[in-house]
């Protein structure tokens, strides 16, 4: 049998074993058990993922928290004059209304004495947490106050109709989220140290973010 006779043999015997033995692909049985794995691997993950973004939008807004205070006592610091870091729902502004978890925030310089008459150039900067403040809570007070050397005091003659908090030994926000695992705190000690740590964990060696 030459050559042209056995490639004919080799030819016809794939054809055979093509269709005696086709690719076989997935059953409809085989699809709904994969389709019902991933389902069930999915709703397991749906609260972790929630818990996940509540903590993150906590953080931010921790984080923003913390910003806005170390640039009011920084500013106290530079202009040598007593300046507040105020909470607010109004568009930040000068002397806007101080709220208790607000979701915006500004810092603004304040008069040495009551009679002193407040302009533009008492205000400093403002800012918003944006959306990341969605069911966030910010429980603390709407207005705390630091001095020329960057310690937090009282003031009960800001023009904000709102005295300054005073630090018993310090000042202190929460910020919590429904949702969320974590409770995140920004402690604020009479000499002006502004420190965040995680209410979950307590603090010591082991634990330096602790509270």
Same mark, same amino acid.
């Given at each position: 049998?030459?050559?042209?006779?056995?490639?004919?043999?080799?030819? /016809?015997?794939?054809?055979?074993?093509?269709?005696?033995?086709?690719?076989?692909? =997935? *059953? $409809?049985? /085989?699809?709904?058990?994969?389709?019902?794995?991933?389902?069930?691997?999915?709703? $397991?993950?749906?609260?972790? =993922? !929630?818990?996940?973004?509540?903590?993150?939008?906590?953080? !931010?807004?921790? #984080?923003? $928290?913390?910003?806005? $205070?170390?640039?009011?006592?920084? #500013?106290?610091?530079?202009?040598?004059?007593? *300046?507040?870091?105020?909470?607010?729902?109004?568009?930040?502004?000068?002397?806007?209304? &101080?709220?208790?978890?607000?979701?915006?925030?500004?810092?603004?310089?304040?008069?040495?004495?009551? !009679? #002193?008459?407040?302009?533009?150039?008492?205000?400093?900067?403002?800012?918003? =947490?944006?959306?990341?403040?969605?069911?966030?809570?910010?429980?603390?007070?709407?207005?705390?106050?630091?001095?020329?050397?960057?310690?937090?005091?009282?003031?009960?003659?800001?023009?904000?109709?709102?005295?300054?908090?005073? &630090?018993?030994?310090?000042?202190?926000?929460?910020? *919590?989220? !429904?949702?969320?695992?974590? *409770?995140?705190?920004?402690?604020?000690?009479?000499?002006?140290?502004?420190?965040?740590?995680?209410?979950?964990?307590?603090?010591?060696?082991?634990?330096?973010?602790?509270?």
């Amino acid at each position: 049998m030459g050559r042209r006779d056995q490639s004919v043999l080799d030819h /016809e015997k794939w054809i055979d074993v093509l269709i005696m033995r086709p690719d076989r692909g =997935f *059953t $409809l049985v /085989e699809l709904l058990v994969t389709i019902a794995v991933i389902a069930i691997l999915a709703a $397991l993950s749906v609260p972790s =993922f !929630s818990t996940m973004i509540g903590n993150a939008k906590v953080r !931010s807004v921790t #984080e923003g $928290l913390q910003n806005g $205070l170390r640039l009011a006592q920084g #500013e106290a610091i530079r202009r040598s004059r007593q *300046t507040a870091f105020v909470l607010t729902n109004a568009t930040p502004a000068l002397s806007a209304t &101080p709220a208790i978890n607000g979701t915006n925030w500004y810092a603004q310089m304040l008069p040495i004495i009551a !009679s #002193e008459a407040v302009d533009a150039t008492f205000y400093v900067q403002g800012g918003a =947490f944006g959306n990341q403040t969605s069911g966030v809570t910010i429980t603390g007070p709407a207005v705390i106050c630091f001095n020329s050397v960057g310690r937090v005091v009282t003031n009960s003659a800001t023009g904000l109709g709102v005295a300054c908090a005073a &630090p018993t030994p310090t000042v202190v926000f929460d910020v *919590t989220r !429904s949702g969320a695992d974590r *409770t995140l705190a920004l402690q604020v000690s009479a000499a002006g140290k502004i420190r965040m740590c995680d209410r979950s964990r307590t603090l010591s060696a082991t634990q330096p973010d602790g509270c």
